[in-house]
């Protein structure tokens, strides 16, 4: 049951992936090493891969240096003042095909949201460092992690003239990073809590 005092809607705008995490749940349990990918379509359009100019390390305001973190969007059902939804890459290469497909993508059509996918540094083709050394390995942290998608929605929010909430979408470690303290990504959205 979910305990809450906010309206249906607001409840809705801070769900962060759990319904899919659950129906997914084989997978983190250690039965699966990943999700499979979604399906493939004869007439699929895969969103264009872009990259955002990102803070290499958050906590060192003296360090200005950045890297290219890769991205895609998803605006074909997006309504002026509607709410993003963010899928927060995980451990693993990042797969656009997401971006039209499951109960996230409905989400979205049902409600005017322009969709994001983030890949998470270190993953795929998200490299901030030049080798995985374990000098470099110091800019892997899930502190680090959030703040990439703290600064990401703030751009976004100021490129596009979003005014609409921020949902957070992920499974597993994903999915459990909102639940870490981050004020600057936890202003753009509320939390509920759960029991199962």
């Known amino acids: 049951a979910v305990v809450s005092t906010q309206s249906p809607f607001k409840m809705f705008r801070h769900l962060t992936f759990v319904l899919?995490?659950?129906g997914q749940s084989s997978a983190f349990r250690g039965q699966r090493k990943h999700l499979d990918l979604p399906p493939s379509t004869n007439n699929e359009v895969v969103a264009e891969e872009q990259y955002f100019d990102q803070v290499l390390d958050h906590f060192t305001a003296t360090d200005e240096r950045t890297w290219p973190q890769r991205f895609w969007s998803n605006w074909d059902n997006y309504v002026e003042g509607g709410?993003?939804?963010?899928?927060?890459?995980?451990e693993g290469?990042?797969?656009?095909?997401?971006?039209?497909?499951g109960q996230w993508s409905n989400w979205a059509k049902e409600n005017g949201a322009a969709m994001?996918?983030?890949?998470h540094r270190y993953y795929g083709q998200s490299k901030p460092t030049e080798d995985m050394s374990t000098g470099n390995m110091r800019y892997l942290s899930s502190r680090q992690g959030l703040e990439d998608l703290g600064n990401f929605m703030t751009a976004v929010n100021n490129n596009h003239s979003l005014t609409g909430p921020w949902i957070t979408f992920g499974?597993?470690?994903?999915g459990s990073l909102y639940s870490l303290d981050a004020p600057q990504v936890s202003s753009s959205g509320g939390r509920i809590s759960l029991k199962l």
Not at 171 to 174: A, E, H, K, N, R
């Open 20 to 22: 899919l995490a659950l």
């Open 83 to 90: 709410p993003a939804f963010i899928m927060i890459g995980g």
């Open 93 to 101: 290469e990042a797969n656009p095909r997401w971006l039209t497909y």
């Open 116 to 119: 994001f996918l983030l890949e």
């Open 171 to 174: 499974g597993s470690y994903p």
